[in-house]
Every structure is written in structure tokens, then in C-alpha cells.
């Protein structure tokens, strides 16, 4: 059953395996995961259209664009984004925009021309409501996601084998539905996270924001600066951000620090002072918000789990917040998939917070550290003087963005976090490279995502990693025999708990390296969201290892692990 755009009580199902609270990007994007593997689910939605108004994220990092390529809609999302790649890749800090250039950070975002090295995808600036319609199409598409708009999920209670929801139409009329599991994807306010008990931590920035969405027919030929993703104004009157919407008229600005409260608050007054010209200004839309550093001290339990922004809420500065949101969909969906499925061990579905929440934490403290350097913190008159003045000025200022870096060039936080120490990893004492929000370092260690290498000019590593879980082994480690053959303890521990895997053999990348070389190992095994769980030389460790990323055997489990540790290094 594909999208109903608009739906009546009488539609909805009696029973679904998964129903989701929130259609937005984590909802969708989880039951698109979900349909991958086979999954049905049901979406709830209140929003029958997408409010294109309101743009919100405009960040679609690396990452997520790899989550993306893997379920089918990384080219489509591509060509449905107002603003290629190729247009700007960089973020210039600027007196005014037809002032003087103070800092860039080229290639911010991930956003890189040509074939990008650190994952199969780089960054896309789109904004969240043509994303949210890619997602859509793709529900309407699926014969295992439905999307249901213009109802909304009350509650749930726990009866025998999942949870029973209730679910309500605009008019306050009511009909329940039995699912063996309940998503809440349904904003800061969910009500799954308040029918659980459960309360966001933390605080709120001092000082609000407002966004504009407006268009200008003068604009574009009146910057005086290069391109860019992201203009970021430093000016004594209002300072804040101006970026390009699309190629044609449409533009959106965010004036930082302001009372959004206060009165004779003038956008378009706002908007020129930003540029620094009298030029043509037709709002569209503004959106006063403030920002938010919020984390729910659980992301759920017996069988109702958060997700996104129900979980967690945080500062848009380096643009993480969505992107965290579909990472936690990614690490859900094949968990609950494996439930359902019946392989899943006892401590998998119990991995789902210990892992995401961490990850969360991390993104909310650097977005709240980037957030105590905004635009207005560096407004200086002087930026815009001739002479030695203006040039001190723009000299110190432009030392002074440096602490900026980690929102623009933010690879560390991207692609460095790491599941390492969780149950289901099985750690190989070697050093866990440490987290830094900006430098990445590759590392197949147990825990990190998967190091991405090009097999040939358009083959992926990550586009041989099956469905479920894939044993990756150095191709060389294994010429003149089949790697299914030296590698059956893997295969047979697997039909034993019926667990999904494949057992490839790769390599050497397009440069002639061996895969062992970057893995620091001769095989790897990869979990169905492309973290590394294991890294070794032993079949038998290997098998063991499968158990233990399953969920069937906690890594800490001493005589497991010892076993696991004795099998590689009598290989070795």
C-alpha cells in the first residue's frame, strides 16, 4: 500500500508490525529502512502538505547522504535539489555582501566536486522540505511503508506481543491499532516520549533567531563576493546568515541574536542591512526560534523507542541536528527488523539508546560551543574601513573565526564517532582513534564506521555490504581458495541463529592497496549499518563475533571474549 495523502480513521489497519509516530525526515526515513528489509510499517502524520515556508535544515551531510545511497534515493535527492554542488561549496564570513571578505572555509558541509574519498556520497544543501517530498515519493512507491497525514498518534499502552496505539483525526475521533512496536518520531513535544515519562534535559540559548524566506530580483547581481553556501554577515547592525534557496529569486537570511519578542522588528529592514544595499525584498515567511541544547536521559523501552528530535534537540550551527535524527533511524531499523525477524539476541534492541544517545551528546555540545561564536560576536565597524584600521580589523577577526572550524570543516564529528565499548562490538585492544570534531581518521577498530575505499572509478566498498551483516575479507588473504570455504564457521554460525550475512572477498582498492591495509586486518565484519563489529583473522573469532553483534552474547562476557581473542591469535 503506497501514501495516503489524507486519510480517514476507517483506513488505518487493525494490526502493523511497526507503527511510526511522525512522518518527518527520521519517520520516513525509518520506514524506508524498514521496507529495505522487508518491514511493514505505518506512518502517522498530522501535516497533510509540507509546509515549504519553512526550510529548517538545509544540511544533508556525508553521512546521511550514504544512509541515503544505500536504501536508493542519494541521485534522486541529488536531482531534486534546488542548489548543485557545484554551484558554491564554500562559506565566506563578510562585512556585508557587498562589503569586504574576512574568512572562508572552503569545502564546508562535505560539499566536494569530483569523486569524494571518505564515503561513497558528499554533503548536499537541500532544504528539508523537498527532502521530506523525495522521502514521500518513496513511501508512495514501497509496498511496506505506508504513510497515513492528517492523523496523529494520542497514546499507547503495552498489551501481550507489542503495543496498542491510539490513534485520532481532527475531529477528536478515535481508533486504535496493535503493533509489535512503537517509534515516536513526533517532534520535541512527542507525545511517545511523554506517554513513557520521560523528560528532555538541558537549557536554551539566551538570545533568539529569526529566519526569512524572501525573494529578490536584485540580489544576485548586487553580491560582490564569490559564491558561496553560506554567507555569514558580521555587521555592527545585523548580523547573521543569507544563503541562495535556489538558483532563481528565492533566498533565506537567519539575523542572529535578537529579541524575537520585541517590537518593530523589520525583516526586510533586516535583509538590507545584511546585504548592505537598498535592494527589493518580497518576504515570504519568517520564523522566529531559539536554540536548543535538549537530550532525553532514555530513548525508550519495551518496545517504544525515540527517534530524532523526540530523543534529542540541538543547535542548527554546523547543521547536525537532522542528520543526527537519520542516523538514529539507520541504527533502529535493522534492530527492530532483526526482532521481527527473529534473530535478534537480548541485548540488541537494548544497544539502540546505549549507542545513539552518546552520539547525540557529543553534536549537542559541539553545535552549542559553535553557537557561543555567532556573527554578532564578531561585529566590528572597523571590518569595513580603509586603511591600516579596517586591515588590523579584518586581520583580527579573521584569527579570531578560526574557532569556527569545527562548524564548517566538521569531518571528525561526521564520520569519527564510534559504537566502540557498546554490546555489540567485540573490541580488539587496539587504540579507538580519538574524537575530534574535525579531524577524521579512518579506522576499521571495532565500533567505527566502516573506512571507505573506491574499488574502481564507480564501485563503492559500501556498495558490496549486503542487507544484513557482511564478512569482508582481504582478497589476497584468500587466492586459491574460496572465501565461503575458509570462512564456513561464519557461514554455519550464522544458519545456526539464523542471522543474515554474506561473506565477500574485496579488493585491492583503485590505487592497488590491499584492503588489510586498511582495515589493519585481513577480514572485517560489517553490521547492517556499516559499522565495523569485529576486525580479524580467525573464521572461528569471526563466528563468535557474529553472536556477540547480534545481540546473543555481551562482549564483556570474559570467556567469550577470551575465546574469541584465543581464535585470532592462533590464526595469527
Known sequence: ???????????????????????????????????????????????????????????????????????????????????????????????????????????????????????????????????????????????????????????????????????????????????????????????????????????????????????????????????????????????????????????????????????????????????????????????????????????????????????HQNPPWGGHGFNTCIGDAANLAWKIAAALEGWAGPELLASYGLERRPVAERTINDAAANGKALAYHFAEPALEAQGSDGDAARASAKEALGVKQSEFDSLGLVLGYSYAGTPLVVPDGSPIPVEDPIRYTPSASPGAVLPHAWLDDSTSLYDVLGQGFTLLVDALSVVGSAVEDVYAPVLAAADDRGVPVTVTAVGPDRRGIPMAEHWAADAVLVRPDQHVAWRGSSAEAAAGALSVAAGWVHHNDSHNTKEIAHADAVIS
Open 1 to 311: 500500500m503506497g501514501t495516503l495523502h489524507t486519510a480517514g480513521l476507517d483506513d488505518l489497519p487493525g494490526e502493523v508490525p511497526v507503527l511510526i509516530s511522525g512522518g518527518g525526515p527520521s519517520g520516513l526515513f525509518l520506514a524506508l529502512d524498514l521496507a529495505q528489509r522487508g518491514i511493514r510499517s505505518l506512518v502517522i502524520e498530522p501535516r497533510i502538505s509540507i509546509d515549504v515556508d519553512r526550510p529548517r535544515a538545509k544540511t544533508t551531510n556525508a553521512r546521511t547522504m550514504t544512509h541515503l545511497r544505500r536504501i536508493g534515493l542519494a541521485s534522486a535527492l541529488r536531482s531534486a535539489a534546488p542548489l548543485p554542488v557545484d554551484f558554491a561549496q564554500d562559506v565566506i564570513f563578510c562585512s556585508s555582501l557587498t562589503g569586504r571578505e574576512i574568512r572562508r572555509f572552503p569545502n564546508a558541509f562535505q560539499l566536494e566536486t569530483g569523486r569524494y574519498q571518505p564515503q561513497p556520497e558528499c554533503g548536499q544543501q537541500v532544504p528539508q522540505p523537498v527532502l521530506e517530498s523525495v522521502l514521500r515519493d518513496a513511501v508512495e512507491a514501497s509496498t511496506h511503508a505506508t504513510l497515513m497525514t492528517g492523523l496523529r498518534v494520542k497514546s499507547s499502552s503495552n498489551v501481550a506481543g507489542g503495543q496498542q496505539v491510539t490513534v485520532v483525526d481532527a475531529a477528536g475521533q478515535s481508533r486504535t491499532v496493535r503493533s509489535s512496536f512503537l517509534a515516536g518520531a513526533d517532534g520535541g513535544s512527542s507525545t511517545v516520549r511523554r506517554g513513557l515519562g520521560i523528560r528532555l534535559e538541558g537549557g536554551s540559548a539566551a538570545l533568539s533567531n529569526i529566519s526569512i524566506l524572501f525573494r529578490s530580483t536584485e540580489l544576485a547581481s548586487t553580491i560582490t563576493l564569490d559564491p558561496a553556501v553560506q554567507y555569514w554577515v558580521l555587521g555592527p547592525g545585523t548580523a547573521g546568515m543569507v544563503g541562495r534557496m535556489n538558483l532563481d529569486q528565492t533566498w533565506w537570511a537567519i539575523v542572529q541574536g535578537v529579541d524575537a519578542n520585541a517590537e518593530g522588528l523589520d525583516p526586510v529592514a533586516m535583509v538590507r542591512s545584511l546585504v548592505g544595499a537598498d535592494i527589493d525584498v518580497d518576504v515570504i515567511a519568517t520564523d522566529p526560534w531559539t536554540a536548543r541544547m535538549l537530550l532525553a536521559p532514555s530513548y525508550g523501552e519495551d518496545g517504544v523507542f525515540l527517534v530524532g528530535d523526540a530523543a
